[in-house]
C-alpha cells in the first residue's frame, strides 16, 4: 500500500520531498532495529552520477524493490513498473497537487 501524503510547492525548487507509507510496522517493533535492518538494503543501491538519465526517481523505485524483495512487512510493497497502475496514481496524484498549489488552494 503506498499512502501519499501532503504535498510540498516544488515550482521554486529542484527538490522534491515526500513521504510514503510503505509498510505498517509492529507496535512492538523500535525503530532503531527497523532502521537497523534496512540500512544494508538501502546502502546496497547504488547512487549513479554523470548520468542525466538517472534520478532520485529511480533509486527511490529501485529502494522499493529492494524492501519488497528483502520480504516480511516489506513484502506488501508494491513494484512501480514504467507505465503500471502504482505508477499512474502517484503521477496522478502530483498532478493534482500541482494544479492545488497552481491555483492557491
Do not use: C
Not at 538494503?41 to 542525466?52: G, K, T
Amino acid at each position: 500500500m503506498i499512502v501519499l501524503m501532503k504535498p510540498v510547492n516544488t515550482m521554486h525548487s529542484n527538490s522534491i520531498i515526500l513521504r510514503i507509507l510503505v509498510a505498517k510496522i509492529s507496535a512492538n517493533t523500535s525503530l532503531a532495529s527497523v532502521a537497523e535492518y534496512i540500512w544494508p538494503i538501502f546502502e546496497a543501491i547504488n547512487i549513479v552520477q554523470r548520468d542525466l538519465k538517472w534520478t532520485g526517481r529511480i533509486w527511490v523505485k529501485q529502494a522499493l524493490e529492494a524492501l519488497h524483495t528483502a520480504g516480511g512487512e516489506f513484502s506488501v510493497i508494491p513494484i512501480v513498473t514504467a507505465g503500471g497502475e502504482v505508477e499512474r496514481e502517484i503521477i496522478d496524484f502530483g498532478n493534482g497537487a500541482m494544479s492545488k498549489l497552481a491555483s492557491g488552494e
